[in-house]
């Protein structure tokens, strides 16, 4: 049992290409999300999935799309990476919603992006 | 103003000390309440979830006032792998898992 995984765990881009971040889990969780930690700031989110082919935009969706074709992955993409995006990204897994709550998440170790 | 705001920081302790974090939240509607750890660069762990009633895990207390919008961390009897910043966190429906920007503690020998 795995948990949450994700790749790649570093990368280095220029400035106007473009990546997919990929994020797995091997929980059955319904929910997944994808979050920037910037120093600061906390974590903020992006985007989020409460099921198979399900997305939605988070706090800071700008410049970000995301799939979840599958309901263990998640995937997180930029189309043409720019400086301010340059920060730790982790993605997140949940259980099924309980009533008038949530439980936990689960957290990947994260991806270190650097846009030059 | 954030929607979840903690001290900042950073708290420097002796081991074996008592130290206490403070959280207060402005959505009134949020549901769920949990404090995490996150080590250097390593991802966010739960270390508690926060309920009505207070609860208790070892030297772990935490405490909830709905009235206040407050949430409080206590641990007891400091170790040095107490050392890490602490998040906490507020979910309601609308936004989802809400982070504040988190408490750094170093436990010192």
């Known amino acids: 049992n795995a948990g949450v995984t994700q790749t790649p765990k570093f990368r280095v881009l220029k400035t106007g290409q473009s990546m997919t971040l990929l994020c797995a889990q091997d929980?059955?969780?319904?929910?997944m999300y994808w979050y920037r930690q910037d120093p600061g700031m906390g974590l903020r989110l992006i985007h989020y999935?409460?099921?198979?082919?399900?997305?939605a935009k988070g706090e800071v969706p700008d410049g970000y799309n995301v799939s979840r074709l599958k309901k263990q992955n998640f995937l997180l993409g930029l189309e043409s990476a720019a400086p301010s995006q340059t920060s730790v990204y982790f993605c997140a897994s949940s259980p099924t919603r309980l009533a008038g709550g949530m439980d936990e998440q689960y957290f990947g170790p994260g991806t270190r992006l650097t846009v030059t | 103003r954030k929607e979840v705001e903690q001290d900042p920081g950073p708290f420097n302790v002796p081991e074996g000390a008592t130290v206490a974090f403070n959280c207060t939240y402005s959505n009134s509607a949020s549901q769920s309440f949990f404090w995490y750890r996150q080590d250097c660069r390593k991802e966010p762990k739960l270390l508690m979830s926060v309920y009505s009633s207070g609860n208790e895990d070892g030297r772990f207390t935490a405490q909830l006032n709905r009235a206040s919008q407050y949430i409080s961390l206590l641990i007891r009897d400091s170790k040095l792998s107490d050392s890490a910043t602490y998040l906490c966190v507020a979910y309601n429906y609308g936004q989802n898992f809400v982070f504040g920007p988190g408490t750094r503690l170093s436990v010192l020998p």
């Open positions: 999935s409460v099921g198979e082919g399900t997305t």
């Open positions: 929980m059955n969780h319904e929910y």
